[in-house]
């Protein structure tokens, strides 16, 4: 969610570095006393793939820079002369709970208290080595020493640590922290993309990793992978680590091989990813743990290099969210033999291998059993463990049906005489209480706009474009004509078309005693006057109007009976003037990508088809003057936030609309730097975002936040990526990983949350509804079925279950709606406005393709289908799309 920075938004969050010392953060810091030892002599260390930097006093690492490009470093060495203080991280330290027999845990870091350490002699394969008795607390009952090594052409960081004790000991947290340069404050968009870094962990056991890559997707990826006795089993913020989280900064975390004694206290009652685990060491036992650095030559190589590491590498299809209609696969190429799978909880899901290993993968079908996260355990006959986490769901179809009852149900508000005219519309919802949320002290939340108040009524007309439902659409009818025209749009004079920032407001004196809880603090900048809430001048609350307003226009335009309040060209003559709007009254942030601005591209096209040619030559007009701005720039991709990840979906659309490749291949590669890929349903598409949760969350607090709007947003031109190049796998595991991620959170009952909660305190879903509602737009434009053959691992399906019969490639769909197909070797992207595809059958051999659409409804007696111009179908044309009569059985369309 984003907030007019000049209301006073946490203005410590906006400012400057120069700023943040003035105001006393970073100068707190910059004021303690220097501990690290950087006034004394670096080490430095040339090897194949790195330029290795020490601070000689610490042996922690100072800098980490490619051979290649000595001009970057992935760790943040530009803040070393203010991060030189205890209590701060490097690379290079260590955490531990230790206990001894019936004693409690206690907690030591190499961090806190800073001392020099004691240099140990090297050897041939030795770079640097230190006992760090000095750096930790006397009574630490271990000895560690600490090694940077080399293994072959590889950087290896090792410890050993010894049981100095006569006794046993359990070490119950065993955590390297990962200190990379992912601190944005002060840096202009430039800065950020050419020297900053976004890292994703995998949290997958031995086969396990972490990614760090530049925020502008160019150059190597730096990998961390275990080497010895590190499995990747848990993933711990350090919240201890002063350096100020905010929304350009989302923290420090560290890499945990083990966490037991974390799980037994402040994580106690969370589902963690994996089980925690404990070590008992025995007394004068040593045991080494240690990580490699590799270099991959780019995000799309990471798979590769993985596996030339000999690291067990997971691929699962469509992903790791699995409705339980869709037969899922997973493909695994290991070293070793798989000996045991092991499912958590049982019978969630089964796996049953497929066919003989090829092309060293070895195929697996998945299905679905109990809805719920599940664990998938490997045991390999080597001994390495690895885990792969998936989110078990219904079937799509019956999740977007829950999603749309829960809305306009539990979440339809029509109180009488409400003194906002907030009634009737769809309105936040809070799902620990189970109660609507008439009133917080963030306006917009309890005020139907902005994304955290908009969320809600949003979803609910998005859903109808995928799956109409006439009870349900009738309401929303009466929220569009009595609540959002007049009550959140309106025309006031000279100002036409404005979107108010809330509807609900705090002015207790304008309003009769007891209006407003005495149980909310509404002393904050965020309880909005009514001035301050009718501001017009925040473009990003337009999309979402725009998005109703087209909506409506497709459900009356190409089925019947389902709109009935007004015609069709009313709504969309509306939504034009709302996009027209929002330059004109917001053109200040209108000069940014908008999250959902993509609306704005379908709304042009069909001003196009309907022949409104005046709107849409202007409405184009206005759209290249805001993509030449962007094309001008080096990164386009700001926001009233210093960084962000939201604009990128309309700034891709639509310079890939204009021709301007370029900036859309630069906005495609920053996406790619903060959207993985990886075997773990949180973390596959998921969209960087850590500060949505102050916003649009109930559980407030910086925090990489799991599949919110940001994940189906950013799918959007990342498969539009795709289908323009048909046969990079890669793009589409991302952007499907984010489509269907951004309905992985959906509840069983159909309440869709804000997001997911990554702290391992936590890890569950947020219980306020929030902004959902924008990263639901994104799933109901994208939501598509493709077809594709990949070298490696053959015909595959994302949206549909696919049976291969000799040449014929058929699949059936499983998509809530049911409307797109693209079909990868022969790049056929084919499209129903209403109808709905039931099979799709294409044959290898011949290139020929057989479309199965399914019977007439009473609102959809006809298909408006779209393919590409270059075929020819018995059909009249109307707006560009074939009009094909519907029989009440499925009809075949062969070309």
Known sequence: MKIFKQYGILIILLSSFASLQAQGYWGRIEKQEPTLGIAQVYQKFNTTHFQLKLVKESQTVAGLRPSKNTNFDFTPSD????????????????????????????????????????????????LAAADLANTLPRDIPVQIKRYYEMDGAHLVMRFEITNKTSQPIEIGALGIPMIFNNILEGKSLVETHAQNVFFDPYIGMDAGYLEVKRLNGEGPALLVLPKENMAFEAYRPLLDDPTPRSIVFEGFHEWMSYSKAYADNEWKGAQQWNQPRSLTLAAGASKN???????????????????????????????????????????????????????????????????????????YRIHGKKWGRARLTIQYKD????TVNYKIIKAETEVIKDFGHFLTTKQWFDTPNDPFKRNPSVISYDYETKQQVTQDSRAWISGLSDEGGAGGWLAAIMKQLIQPD????????????????GQIQYSEGDFKYGVKKSIFYYEPDSLPKGTYSDKINYKTWAAWNHKHANDRGRSYNYPHVAAAYWTLYRLSRY???????????????????????????????????????????????????????????????????????????????????????????????????FGYDYKAQVTLHAILAYMPTMPHWAYNGNARRYWD??????????ERQIHHYGSSLNAIPVLQAYRKKGDDLYLLRVGYGGLLGGI?????DGFGPAAFHSFPSTLEIDYLSGDYGSGFYGYAVNTASFITHDKQLGWLAFGGN???????????????????????????????????????RYNSKTKSTELILGAKSSTAPFAYLRVPENIELPYPKVRGAYKIPLETRSISIKF
Request: proline share 3%; charged share 25%.
């Open 79 to 126: 803040r070393l002369e203010i991060r030189d203080k205890d209590g701060l991280y490097h690379l290079g330290d260590i955490n531990l709970r230790i206990r001894e027999t019936n004693a409690h845990w206690k907690s030591y870091s190499t961090a806190s208290k800073r001392g020099k350490v004691t240099p140990i002699g090297t050897s041939k394969n030795t």
């Open 289 to 363: 743990f240690s990580l490699k650095f590799v270099l991959s030559e780019g995000i799309k190589k990471i798979q590769e290099t993985l596996i030339e590491e000999k690291q067990p590498v997971a691929i699962g299809v469509p992903g790791y969210v699995i409705p339980m209609d869709v037969n899922a696969h997973l493909f695994l190429n290991a070293q070793s033999e798989v000996a045991a799978f092991e499912i958590s909880p049982k019978g969630a899901l089964t796996i049953e291998a497929e066919g003989s290993k090829t092309n060293g993968f070895q195929k």
């Open 383 to 386: 001994g390495k463990t690895q």
């Open 470 to 485: 006439k009870s349900e659409i009738k309401k929303l009818e009466q929220f569009v004509d009595q609540t959002l025209w």
């Open 559 to 657: 089925h019947q009976g389902l709109v009935e309040n007004k015609t069709w060209d009313w709504y969309l003559k509306n939504a034009y003037q709302t996009a027209v709007a929002m330059v004109d009254q917001a053109p200040y942030y209108a000069q940014f990508g908008q999250m959902e601005g993509s609306v704005f591209l379908k709304i042009l096209e069909d001003l196009k088809n309907e022949g409104l040619t005046v709107m849409a030559i202007d409405l184009e007009a206005r759209m290249r003057k805001r993509a030449d701005h962007w094309r001008a720039l080096d990164y386009p991709f700001g926001s009233e936030m210093p960084w962000d990840s939201t604009g990128q979906e309309e700034v891709y659309m639509w310079s890939d609309y």
């Open 693 to 702: 949760f102050l916003y649009g969350g109930k559980l407030s607090r910086v």
């Open 744 to 748: 992985s959170n959906i509840t069983q």
């Open 802 to 840: 696919l049976v291969k019969k000799g040449d014929l490639i058929e699949t059936s769909i499983t998509t809530a709606a049911k409307n797109k197909v693209y079909i990868a070797p022969i790049q056929l992207w084919c499209t129903l406005d209403a109808g709905s595809f039931e099979k799709v």
